[in-house]
């Protein structure tokens, strides 16, 4: 059974830099697409940017593109997401999520294309 821990939120102010990660065990971490997705108080739960198998071909979202950047390192079983520039619209819980396939393009921004999730992590953007 696969396992998503993530680390890394906090309380920021806005223009601030944050890294989340998510560390994968259970499983080949390397077989697996991973994503972000985020959910703010009363939302639904948003695609974020996802790093798809076997090219680690990503994908953001328009909100973030150009701000957030994520990688993975399969040596340490864990996925990065690298956040810039933060602003209030950040504001949200972010999870981590695997899918052990390889998603198609129109799916991966789906929730329901990933069957694996983290407990989810805090990111508050407040001066």
């Known amino acids: 059974q696969v396992q998503l821990v993530e680390s890394g939120g906090g309380l920021v102010q806005p223009g601030d830099s944050l890294r989340l990660s998510c560390k994968v065990s259970g499983r080949t971490f390397s077989s697996y697409s991973m994503a972000w997705f985020r959910q703010a108080p009363g939302k639904e739960r948003e695609f974020v940017t996802a790093?798809?198998?076997?090219?680690?071909?990503?994908y953001y979202a328009d909100s973030v593109k150009g701000r957030f950047t994520i990688s993975r390192d399969n040596a340490k079983n864990t996925v990065h997401l690298q956040m810039n520039s933060l602003n209030s619209r950040d504001r949200a819980v972010y999870f981590c999520?695997?899918?052990?396939?390889?998603?198609?393009?129109?799916?991966?921004?789906?929730?329901?294309?990933?069957?694996?999730w983290g407990q989810g992590s805090q990111i508050t953007v407040s001066s």
């Open positions: 790093i798809r198998r076997p090219n680690s071909d990503t």
């Open positions: 999520a695997g899918n052990s396939q390889s998603p198609i393009t129109s799916f991966l921004r789906s929730p329901r294309a990933y069957e694996a």
